[in-house]
């Protein structure tokens, strides 16, 4: 499975990107997906993640409220979203998407199988 991510850019301090991830194929569909970033000299840490019939969604405490993260299993490529609004210039980062071993949505980077390249945002202050 090879996933796609876009979206990404350069925004002020309180504007919004949409995220999207596509899938190659439609093997996702059964599986939680999860977007991650990572800031320079950081590690990669979670963001949000949504179950596989989106049911379920889970995200970090600093982006709850401001971050939603949706998913549209009816279209070819099963393409998940990360709407952002409310950006700070602390979620600059490269933003990953990753496909999980299970249908259960997690907050661990060993549960997901199968990364985008990422897709790069900067909030400018």
């Known amino acids: 499975v090879q996933l796609q991510a876009s979206g990404g850019g350069l925004v002020q301090t309180g504007g919004s990107l949409r995220l999207s991830c596509a899938a190659s194929?439609?093997?996702?569909?059964?599986?939680?997906v999860g977007w991650f970033r990572q800031a320079p000299g950081k590690e990669r840490e979670f963001v949000a993640a949504?179950?596989?019939?989106?049911?379920?969604?889970?995200?970090t405490d600093s982006v709850k409220g401001r971050f939603t993260i949706s998913r549209d299993n009816a279209n070819a490529r099963n393409t998940v979203y990360l709407q952002m609004n409310s950006l700070e210039p602390e979620d600059t980062a490269v933003y990953y998407c990753?496909?999980?071993?299970?249908?259960?949505?997690?907050?661990?980077?060993?549960?997901?199988?199968?990364w985008g390249q990422g897709t790069e945002v900067t909030v400018s202050s």
């Open positions: 194929r439609r093997t996702s569909s059964n599986n939680a």
């Open positions: 949504i179950s596989w019939n989106g049911g379920n969604t889970y995200y």
């Open positions: 990753a496909v999980g071993r299970s249908s259960r949505p997690s907050a661990n980077l060993r549960d997901y199988a199968y």
